[in-house]
């Protein structure tokens, strides 16, 4: 079964990179340092649901982006979550966050106020992503 990313992730992220078990998305709000992991598996709603190796390979993933996100943003916290309440897609969120962020200290997702990268933005931190990834 071939891999497809759903359309509300798609239309909301930009890709970042192709890992060994995910994709790699940037949210499109450049108020929070926001990363999506979107394992490439189809079908898939639950990380229980991933075999033992998908599972590990997954958890190596989170903790890549998380030491990305914290070297790259110096954030005060980093949020992991996967919710899926309206995106039913397995994704993980992992998001740097600021004592004096848009949402603090509730969660960034449906909070008010998200302000969209324009393309220039996007397109240099994705390089500077992918050059910290070594991608």
Request: aromatic share 6%; glycine share 4%.
């Amino acid at each position: 079964m071939i891999f497809e990313l759903n359309q509300r992730l798609r239309a909301d992220t930009f890709e970042v990179a192709v890992l060994d078990l995910s994709l790699l998305l940037l949210m499109n709000d450049k108020t929070a340092p926001w990363l999506i992991l979107v394992p490439q598996r189809q079908e898939i709603k639950e990380m229980h649901h991933l075999d033992k190796n998908d599972l590990a390979m997954l958890a190596e993933e989170i903790t890549l982006v998380s030491c990305l996100v914290e070297k790259v943003f110096v954030p005060d916290k980093i949020n992991v979550a996967s919710l899926g309440n309206i995106v039913p897609q397995l994704h993980i969120h992992i998001v740097g966050r600021f004592k004096n962020d848009r949402a603090w200290p509730g969660p960034v997702w449906g909070a008010s106020g998200a302000e969209p990268y324009d393309a220039t933005e996007a397109a240099r931190l994705i390089e500077r992503l992918k050059s910290e990834l070594k991608i």
